[in-house]
């Protein structure tokens, strides 16, 4: 964690999620050619992030089937255990549909941040459109810039210490999937910060439920945001 991390982290914000269209299907797809929707009257989802714009839509090839790493279905636990659906009291789990409800009214106006709290290796193999990686661990109390990441989502360190998370950033925030305990840890971490529970929002089905849905996914402009 650096000085570097914390400036790619803020820009990255301030000039909306860095997207890569690798992997997004062609604008030029009408709606009656979609023949696997997102849900009814949703045949795909157009989001706007910093000038950027990228189709969210679940693979056409209903003869598709995950090869990857998502495709397994057991892991050792600990570590890899089965969580909970809800992370911490007042924390607003959701699914697919209500997190591309929170990327168009939340993310493309700027009130919102879709984050991606796994680490960078994994960011860096795909995540889901307009995410923000922000590893769990960066929300550790331990973590000498944890202070300066709350005031890139909008808090502000009061003179007497305390925090003020009026102008803070709703949250929303995903790992791995369901046997994935690192955007939980950091949603908790965020807790007791003091950040607002009601501004955080978790998606449980992570990675795994995204891919699993055959919902697009991008590999993030690493390059942009580190310059």
């Given at each position: 964690?650096?000085?570097?991390?914390?400036?790619?982290?803020?820009?990255?914000?301030?000039?909306g999620?860095?997207l890569a269209?690798?992997?997004?299907?062609?604008?030029a797809?009408a709606?009656?050619d979609?023949?696997?929707?997102?849900?009814?009257?949703?045949?795909?989802?157009?989001i706007t992030?910093?000038?950027?714009?990228?189709?969210?839509?679940r693979?056409?090839?209903?003869r598709h089937?995950?090869?990857?790493s998502?495709?397994k279905?057991?892991?050792?636990?600990p570590?890899?255990?089965?969580?909970?659906?809800s992370p911490?009291?007042g924390?607003?789990?959701?699914g697919e549909?209500?997190?591309?409800d929170?990327?168009?009214k939340?993310?493309?106006?700027g009130?919102?941040?879709?984050?991606?709290?796994?680490?960078p290796a994994?960011?860096?193999?795909g995540?889901?459109p307009?995410?923000?990686?922000?590893?769990?661990?960066?929300?550790?109390?331990?973590?000498?810039?944890?202070?300066?990441?709350?005031?890139v989502l909008?808090a502000?360190?009061?003179?007497?210490g305390?925090?003020?998370?009026?102008?803070?950033?709703?949250?929303l925030?995903?790992c791995?999937?369901?046997?994935?305990?690192?955007s939980?840890?950091?949603?908790?971490?965020l807790?007791?910060?003091?950040y607002?529970?009601e501004?955080l929002?978790?998606?449980r089905?992570?990675?795994q439920s995204?891919?699993?849905?055959g919902?697009?996914?991008?590999?993030?402009?690493i390059?942009?945001a580190?310059?």
């Open positions: 964690m650096s000085h570097t991390v914390v400036r790619r982290i803020g820009v990255t914000l301030l000039s999620a860095m269209l690798a992997g997004a299907l062609p604008h797809a709606q009656e979609v023949k696997v929707k997102i849900a009814p009257g949703i045949p795909y989802v157009d992030i910093g000038g950027r714009t990228v189709r969210i839509m693979n056409q090839d209903t089937k995950l090869t990857n998502f495709a279905t057991s892991r050792a636990c570590p890899f255990c089965i969580q909970p659906i911490a009291a924390v607003n789990t959701v549909l209500e997190l591309l929170f990327l168009k939340k993310v493309e106006t009130k919102g941040v879709l984050v991606d709290s796994r680490i994994w960011f860096r193999k995540t889901i307009g995410a923000v990686n922000i590893p769990f661990t960066l929300f550790d109390k331990k973590n000498p810039y944890r202070d300066r990441i709350l005031v909008g502000r360190k009061l003179e007497d305390t925090w003020d998370f009026g102008g803070a950033r709703e949250l925030l995903f791995n999937g369901p046997w994935c305990g690192q939980p840890r950091a949603i908790r971490n807790i007791a910060a003091g607002p529970p501004k929002h978790y998606y089905g992570g990675m995204w891919q699993i849905l919902m697009t996914v991008v590999k993030p402009a390059a942009s580190r310059k």
